[in-house]
């Protein structure tokens, strides 16, 4: 599959469970920076955005620094967009069972987290690796991730988990 039609796999299998889940949603056909979906909420009339990211693999990745997760690739711009209407939803798709899985998170969190594990990548790889402050600012990837294991305490940083942003579909 290409890289556009998993994307919007991603988008079309979000807008879907936000429906089920009482919210009207609608795709922003890529007209609006930043914002894949604009949702309203019915009940309380509050207003929110999402920025869907989607992964398309067989099985989550293991590393002595993060442990068990899933991750999706960045950009330097992300640790820097915190806005308390907006969400990224990540969507992993099993590639043999078609299966999908859905974490949502806040804005914050997620610009944190970037911005924390680039760090820490840069202080712990590519530093001892030779590179140099001024290369390090050129580098625009970045990684997010969900942890599957409730171990975190056994990994040198800190990543988000699972169990508390997947199906997470109430918006505060």
Sequence with gaps: M?????????????????????Y???L??????????LVSDPKSKKLFKI?????????PTKSKTFGYCFNWIMTIKNESIVD???????????KEKN????????????????NLQHQFWLENVF???????????????????????????NYPIWTPLAKDFENNWKFK
């Design 2 to 22: 290409q890289k556009n039609q998993i994307s919007l796999a991603g988008e079309f299998a979000v807008l879907s469970q936000l429906v089920l889940h009482g």
């Design 24 to 26: 009207d949603a609608n």
């Design 28 to 37: 922003t056909l890529g007209n609006t920076k930043n914002v894949d979906i």
């Design 51 to 59: 920025e869907v990211k989607t992964s398309f693999a067989t099985k």
């Design 84 to 94: 308390k209407n907006l969400y990224y939803c990540f969507v992993n798709i099993e």
């Design 99 to 114: 299966k999908f899985r859905f974490f949502i998170v806040p804005s914050k969190i997620v610009a944190e987290y970037v």
């Design 127 to 153: 530093y001892k690796k030779g590179g140099i402050k001024e290369k390090d600012e050129k580098i625009n990837i970045r990684t997010f991730r969900i942890g599957l294991d409730d171990n975190q305490n």
